[in-house]
């Protein structure tokens, strides 16, 4: 994914479908100058985890 769209993502009121690793992800905050993502996992909502923009996957 690119950083352009993780923040269209980010910003969307409706919720998209997005992996990390093969589990789905809720994209919190994008930074554009390092190209991070604040993530949780769905299934996991507590857990934070800063990731690269290029390891998320829209499907």
Do not use: C, W
């Not at 009121?13 to 994008?30: A, F, L, R, W």
């Not at 930074?31 to 800063?50: R, S, V």
């Amino acid at each position: 994914m690119n950083v352009t769209r993780a923040q269209q993502i980010a910003q969307s009121p409706d919720m998209k479908n997005v992996t990390y690793n093969g589990k789905s992800v809720y994209i919190e905050h994008v930074d554009a100058q390092t190209e991070t993502a604040t993530i949780h996992f769905l299934d996991n909502p507590e857990k934070q985890q800063l990731v690269p923009v290029s390891q998320l996957e829209e499907h």
